[in-house]
């Protein structure tokens, strides 16, 4: 007897752990990884987290820790970080034909037609050979349905007893007892204002929601919600185009019609899903600091050459500005083509997402910069505004070729915050 089941593997504090691959001296030590625009906590390891730093926090604040070397801070490496995320994602293909990146660090992977034992093993497998290839340490949930699979994969990195595995299956003891002990805000795409609401019907835990009504909560919430609820009862029903959550990611993706592998209609659709993404970040008041673009070709079609790049390019500060984030996305995206394949899948991942109005509190703010910001956010209204009332895409942004306001390769174009990080990092290597 076997069931569909479907692994999340999350990369374990992923830009983190990119960087200890090749700076070993960074293992059990306090790191975090900066910004290289407004100078804050962008990623932090689990020893950083126990020191009680707190994403987000301006770097100005740790600069007495770092002078005393208690912890490490680095800036930004998106190329590195874009690098490694597709050498993880190679690892699982060798594995299963159905990897599904959700985010940059996370991949969604299928396990068809193996009995449990067999699926404790391979993901057992899995742990171990994406940390043994890659040096990055990883967690791996597996389950019946997504929002189940993600649930194992936080019970996989919080309780010590799954040492990293966790494999749930829908009707069993063991599932039952982790829904009763996680509260709802744990639940994948359940938000803060739902769990409010929810706690007045008494449903408290993703256990109360695996046993209410789905009809009821259809009614009384939405249908979103009651898809997340059959899904706690083992019913497979979100794939992965609604499965945004406000404030970490937004992807967006479309298979082609047909294989092409034509740069115009390439160049046109990653145009549309980054002008998409832009529109999705305003509507949930979030900036976003870098873009990922990928291709896909089709994997089964063998007799066909394969290649299925993606990278990342890093925005010069965090935005919700159509303009700046269309044009990275073209830029990234004549980076990776290679004519000579046709693909079947183009997309744009927004990364590192950050609330809007904490934007007020940047560093770099000028006057000049604020005016700015002023005139984009009124522009971009509009366009969403023009959108809105005459349907997706009236307007459109053609592409600057020619804008210099952002680059790909911009690691190494420090502020003074990171320079200062690096000679202090080499003075004590
Ligand atoms: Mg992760």
Same mark, same amino acid.
Request: proline share 4%; net charge neutral.
């Given at each position: ?105 996370? %991949? ?142 937004? %992807? ?127 522009? %971009? ?49």
């Amino acid at each position: 007897m076997s069931h569909p089941m479907i692994g999340l593997v999350d990369c374990n504090n992923f830009y983190v752990s990119c960087e200890r691959v090749f700076q070993p001296r960074l293992e059990g030590v306090p790191v975090g990884v900066m910004s290289n625009n407004d100078g804050c906590v962008i990623a932090r390891s689990s020893e950083l987290k126990t020191l009680g730093v707190e994403m987000g926090t301006p770097a100005f604040q740790l600069q007495q820790w770092v002078n005393q070397g208690r912890i490490h801070l680095l800036s930004s490496n998106y190329e590195l970080y874009g690098d490694m995320s597709a050498r993880v994602r190679e690892v699982l293909e060798e594995f299963s034909a159905g990897v599904e990146p959700y985010s940059i660090d996370e %991949m969604f992977v299928r396990f068809d037609g193996f009995d449990a034992a067999t699926t404790l093993a391979l993901s057992r497998t899995l742990y171990r050979n994406v940390r043994q290839f890659t040096g990055i340490p990883v967690c791996v949930g597996v389950a019946p349905t997504r929002t189940l699979a993600k649930l194992a994969n936080r019970a996989a990195k919080k309780l010590p007893e799954y040492a990293g595995v966790c494999v749930l299956h829908g009707e069993s003891d063991e599932t039952r007892r982790l829904l009763e002990c996680t509260p709802l805000g744990n639940v994948w795409g359940v938000g803060r204002r739902l769990v409010e609401r929810l706690a007045l019907q008494g449903i408290e835990t993703a256990w109360d929601l695996r046993c209410a009504d789905p009809k009821t909560i259809r009614r009384r919430f939405s249908v979103t919600l009651e898809r997340t609820a059959r899904e706690l009862q083992g019913t497979p029903c979100i794939d992965m185009n609604d499965t945004d959550e406000p404030r970490q990611r937004i %992807m967006t993706s479309r298979s082609f019609g047909r294989l092409t592998g034509e740069m115009s209609e390439l160049q046109e659709a990653i145009r549309q899903h980054a002008q998409r993404g832009a529109e999705k970040l305003r509507e949930q008041a979030s900036h976003a600091r870098a873009v990922l673009v990928f291709l896909k070709t089709n994997r089964h079609r063998q007799d066909l050459a394969q290649y299925s790049p993606s990278i990342v390019a890093e925005l010069t500060e965090p935005t919700d500005d159509s303009r700046p984030i269309v044009a990275a996305a073209q830029q990234a995206l004549a980076e990776i083509y290679r004519p000579g394949y046709r693909f079947m899948k183009a997309g744009v991942m927004l990364l590192d997402l950050v609330d809007a109005n904490r934007e007020q509190l940047s560093l770099l703010d000028t006057p000049d910069s604020a005016a700015d910001r002023e005139r984009s956010e009124r522009l %971009m209204s509009t366009l969403d505004e023009l959108n809105q009332k005459m349907g997706r895409g009236t307007v459109r942004l053609g592409v600057r070729r020619h804008d210099a306001a952002w680059q790909l390769r911009c690691a190494h174009r420090t502020p003074r915050w990171t320079t200062q990080w690096e000679e202090l990092l080499s003075a004590k290597a």
